[in-house]
């Protein structure tokens, strides 16, 4: 998405490279969190929610990562304010973790999960439409729907 919205080469490498280690928080968080079936209990989710200051506390501690540190922290920021960790909303959200955000939630629904079968691209487009403004930055979704259709 980054290149298709014609951002310099240094900020879609940067965006790349978030988007490549935005879970590396996960090594901080118990595995069974990750494989239980059923709902995550509110103490669950509270735990899960860690792994983006953990991520960020990795590599913000290096000098060549500090820029995708932030993008990580805020790639479960929510376009409205309601997401985590630090209840950021529009544009003071990190554009690479706005983009981030969009493409791992349309992965995660086309791929499906233990506690919910995946949706086909068109279900997936309409799942994004309802959430535009709320969770993803609604700049960012016709864009991103015109980028999928034309390359898939």
Request: net charge negative; proline share 3%; with cysteine.
């Amino acid at each position: 998405l980054a290149q298709y919205l014609a951002l310099s080469r240094i900020e879609v490498e940067t965006i790349q490279i978030s988007a490549l280690l935005h879970d590396l928080g996960k090594i901080g968080i118990n595995e069974s969190i990750f494989f239980r079936n059923g709902l995550l209990s509110n103490e669950e989710r509270d735990i899960l929610k860690r792994q983006s200051i953990i991520g960020y506390n990795i590599l913000n501690g290096m000098k060549l990562f500090k820029d995708e540190a932030i993008i990580i922290r805020h790639c479960h920021e929510h376009f409205d304010g309601g997401g985590y960790p630090d209840n950021l909303k529009s544009s003071e959200i990190p554009f690479g973790s706005r983009i981030i955000t969009i493409c791992e939630v349309f992965d995660i629904i086309t791929s499906g999960r233990l506690y919910r079968p995946a949706l086909d691209y068109s279900q997936a487009f309409r799942e994004l439409q309802v959430h535009s403004g709320s969770q993803f930055d609604p700049e960012l979704i016709d864009p991103f729907v015109d980028m999928v259709k034309k390359n898939f």
